[in-house]
Antibody, heavy 118, light 106 residues
Framework: EVQLLESGGALVQPGGSLRLSCAAS????????MSWVRQAPGKGLEWVAA????????YYADSVRGRFTISRDNSKNTLYLQMNSLRAEDTAVYYC???????????WGQGTLVTVSS | DIQMTQSPSTLSASVGDRVTITCRAS??????LAWYQQKPGKAPNLLIY???TLESGVPSRFSGSGSGTEFTLTISSLQPDDFATYYC?????????FGQGTKLEI
């Protein structure tokens, strides 16, 4: 069974930094692209970033490009999201999601809450 | 950037009803479209991908159709478990865009 477990969410001040982790199990992590998707309180879903299976290729939403960095450690079956220069509008539940090859995401974690506030 | 527009934003229906949700893309996306169901406090659940392919384990009362810029999600006979929020999503190699969601209410 595929399991994705996010961690690292916290309350952080504007301008601060945070690193999220997503521990994966139940599938061959090193052969799947992965993404982060977020959802602000009471709002819709927003894709944040994606990374290829080897970690070489990365993509970002315009809203986070230059501030967030997606990475992975295939030896640890873990996905990361380094978030810098955080803003109030980055407040959201952050989900990691596993790619269904050639399509979209077929498995999601339970999410971790990031709150940016002074 | 491709924009995805869902309608309606809210839909009131009853158990047993047939309902349809529409999603329009700002430009052609061929069939690179998925539908998700999300319940409060839970992660989204993939229902349909490639516009009309039912994800494994999803009940057959869910169906999707369309190509290009106009897509629909149909639930043939609503069950109590189906009352949730539904999102369409365009997926691509470099970007992904969601519709704003449709809340399906009793």
């Amino acid at each position: 069974e595929v399991q994705l477990l996010e961690s690292g969410g916290a309350l952080v001040q504007p301008g601060g930094s945070l690193r999220l982790s997503c521990a994966a199990s139940g599938f061959t992590f090193s052969t799947n692209a992965m993404s982060w998707v977020r959802q602000a309180p009471g709002k819709g879903l927003e894709w944040v970033a994606a990374i290829g299976d080897s970690g070489v290729t990365t993509y970002y939403a315009d809203s986070v490009r230059g501030r967030f960095t997606i990475s992975r450690d295939n030896s640890k079956n873990t996905l990361y999201l380094q978030m810098n220069s955080l803003r109030a509008e980055d407040t959201a539940v952050y989900y990691c999601a596993k790619d269904k090859p050639g399509t979209t995401w077929d498995s999601w974690g339970q999410g971790t809450l990031v709150t940016v506030s002074s | 950037d491709i924009q995805m527009t869902q309608s309606p934003s809210t839909l009131s229906a009853s158990v047993g009803d047939r309902v349809t949700i529409t999603c329009r893309a700002s430009q052609s996306i061929t069939t690179s479209l998925a539908w998700y169901q999300q319940k409060p406090g839970k992660a989204p659940n993939l229902l349909i991908y490639a516009a009309s392919t039912l994800e494994s384990g999803v009940p057959s009362r869910f169906s999707g159709s369309g190509s290009g810029t106009e897509f629909t999600l149909t639930i043939s006979s609503l069950q109590p478990d189906d009352f949730a929020t539904y999102y369409c999503q365009h997926y691509g190699s470099t970007s992904n865009t969601f519709g704003q969601g449709t809340k399906l209410e009793i």
